[in-house]
């Protein structure tokens, strides 16, 4: 019959208002930068359309352009 050894790890309390301070740090974060993600996702589909002349995945920009809709409110 085999052994096995068996490793047990001690319980660590999870701090809850730590985790939602934390949370919502990086929330206040992404809200602040919005308007300047914006302003590159519109930027870098303008110019992939009219400058770039490159060749890009299938599907690239479309998420692009969705994630520009959702974010003026117009989807």
Do not use: C, H
């Amino acid at each position: 019959m085999t052994t096995f050894e068996t490793w047990s790890v001690p319980a660590k309390r999870i701090d809850y208002q730590a985790a939602a301070q934390a949370r919502n740090l990086a929330l206040r974060r992404l809200r602040d930068a919005a308007p300047d993600l914006l302003a590159a996702l519109v930027e870098l589909d303008d110019w992939a359309m009219n400058e770039s002349g490159a060749a890009y995945p299938e599907g690239t920009f479309e998420v692009v352009r969705e994630a520009i809709t959702k974010a003026i409110g117009a989807a």
